[in-house]
């Protein structure tokens, strides 16, 4: 039974790791509404943390668009010539896939004056950790042996660095890739599940 309790343990860490790794989906002012009510979607992507990788969320009425815009188009509330991307219909999904700044409005006159405007900076992602060595030990150099000067054998001392500590499971499953992980994961629940 307690085997059975160690890998419950570890299936929920390892689908606690796989959700923190996924990509965030980000609604809108929070709830996703997309509307002129003026409400204050620049404060609230300021206390966002957008990834890369991650995504915006909108809800609005077929009365509203979507439309990214540059930097030019969001100071002066212009689509037309300076619209990246326009979404329509009553949802939308952007995925921010480079680090930056990106700039939404409503593109219907008088709306992105009325608040239907959004700026949201994408930050790049952590480095990964797999490119970096894994179970290497370092040993410093032996020095060479002083020679013998009255017949005897010379002292040769033996080297100190310790072996590696044995890596947990733990540290094992976070240097599976997230397909692994994942896989992992399923199987885990499937032995619980039977």
Known sequence: MATMSKAAILAVVVALAVQLAAAA?????GDGSWDASGNGYDAWSAKQTFKQGDTLSFKFASSHDVTEVTKAGYDACSGGSNAVKSYTGTSATVKLSAPGKRYFICSVPGHCAAGMKLEVTVTAPAPSSKSKPRHQRSV?????PAPATDGELPNVASPDAAPSPKSSDAATIAMLGGKAVVGLAVAVAAALAM
């Open 25 to 29: 989906d980000h609604p809108v002012g």
């Open 140 to 144: 410093a150099p032996t020095p060479a």
